[in-house]
């Protein structure tokens, strides 16, 4: 589980205010927040746990060069881009293997509404949602959540075959929560039912999935290996080939009529 507690350094969407620090309660500690309270309830379990759960806290996610801001040489999520480049230092590869990730991101302000982030692994992504909605949660976890593809810390994970998603928001012109990347992204913005409905969700995931004795009966995506999201640009691959077996089938139909018409 990750999220990152790094805050953008200047408050690039605010309109009055560019040049201050974003306080980043929700872009950035609201992960976090959710992180610790978890890492408490699980180590009073962690005997009936069948993983290992690490608590990843990335830095540098949130400096990348947007309409202005950028740092020099700087790009988003370097933080758990290097991390995963490293990761091999950190686990025994012969014995052990990686389950999935989740990156809770922008999960604790007000009018909560999770998106279907596209780069996430879709099997993951989608036994979250469900198992938020079975929870009660339809609100946070909606049916026909929103599709967007952002660039987040579960980028690198999904790159090296790590089954990972991102819980988040949308961030653009969304009139519920219009604070991203300006200095009201303050604790005044953040409600503690949004913090307590995705911590639920992701316990109860870990209850289903790795408490021993307990979930004989839940059956959910597991691995979390399929993955129907379509990156856009094949989308568009797909669509020119497509049409050019189209093209090439009618000039062959076409031929064959006029050499069928040639010889009778
Ligand atoms: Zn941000």
């Given at each position: 589980?990750?999220?990152?507690?790094?805050?953008?350094?200047?408050?690039?969407?605010?309109?009055?205010?560019?040049?201050?620090?974003?306080?980043?309660?929700?872009?950035?500690?609201?992960?976090?927040?959710?992180?610790?309270?978890?890492?408490?309830?699980?180590?009073?379990?962690?005997?009936?746990?069948?993983?290992?759960?690490?608590?990843?806290?990335?830095?540098?996610?949130?400096?990348?060069?947007?309409?202005?801001?950028?740092?020099?040489?700087?790009?988003?999520c370097?933080?758990s881009?290097?991390?995963?480049?490293?990761?091999?230092?950190?686990?025994?590869?012969?014995?052990?293997?990686?389950?999935?990730?989740?990156?809770?991101?922008?999960?604790?302000?007000?009018?909560?509404?999770?998106?279907?982030?596209?780069y996430?692994?879709?099997?993951?992504?989608?036994?979250?949602?469900?198992?938020?909605?079975?929870?009660?949660?339809?609100?946070?976890?909606?049916?026909?959540?929103?599709?967007?593809?952002?660039t987040d810390d579960h980028k690198a994970f999904v790159n090296?075959?790590?089954?990972s998603?991102?819980?988040?928001?949308?961030?653009?012109?969304?009139?519920?929560?219009?604070?991203?990347?300006?200095?009201?992204?303050?604790?005044?913005?953040?409600?503690?039912?949004?913090?307590?409905?995705?911590?639920?969700?992701?316990?109860?995931?870990?209850?289903?999935?790795?408490?021993?004795?307990?979930?004989?009966?839940?059956?959910?995506?597991?691995?979390?290996?399929?993955?129907?999201?379509?990156?856009?640009?094949?989308?568009?691959?797909?669509?020119?080939?497509?049409?050019?077996?189209?093209?090439?089938?009618?000039?062959?139909?076409?031929?064959?009529?006029?050499?069928?018409?040639?010889?009778?």
């Amino acid at each position: 589980m990750g999220a990152h507690y790094d805050t953008r350094a200047k408050a690039t969407k605010d309109s009055t205010n560019p040049n201050d620090p974003v306080p980043g309660a929700n872009d950035g500690a609201s992960g976090c927040a959710v992180l610790l309270e978890l890492a408490k309830v699980f180590y009073e379990r962690r005997e009936n746990l069948s993983c290992q759960i690490w608590f990843l806290f990335f830095d540098a996610e949130d400096q990348g060069r947007d309409v202005a801001y950028g740092i020099d040489g700087w790009d988003w999520c370097e933080g758990s881009e290097k991390f995963v480049d490293d990761i091999d230092n950190f686990y025994d590869s012969e014995n052990e293997t990686f389950d999935c990730m989740i990156l809770l991101d922008m999960v604790g302000g007000v009018n909560l509404k999770f998106i279907n982030e596209q780069y996430s692994t879709s099997s993951l992504l989608d036994e979250l949602f469900g198992v938020g909605r079975n929870l009660g949660f339809t609100e946070e976890f909606p049916k026909n959540a929103i599709s967007r593809y952002i660039t987040d810390d579960h980028k690198a994970f999904v790159n090296i075959g790590i089954p990972s998603a991102d819980l988040i928001i949308n961030f653009w012109n969304n009139p519920d929560w219009p604070y991203h990347h300006t200095i009201q992204d303050d604790i005044s913005h953040i409600s503690n039912h949004s913090l307590e409905v995705t911590g639920k969700a992701i316990e109860q995931f870990i209850y289903n999935n790795y408490f021993v004795n307990l979930s004989d009966m839940y059956k959910g995506n597991h691995p979390w290996r399929e993955d129907i999201n379509i990156p856009q640009i094949d989308i568009e691959m797909v669509s020119l080939l497509i049409m050019t077996i189209a093209i090439l089938g009618a000039i062959v139909v076409v031929f064959s009529l006029f050499k069928k018409d040639k010889f009778t």
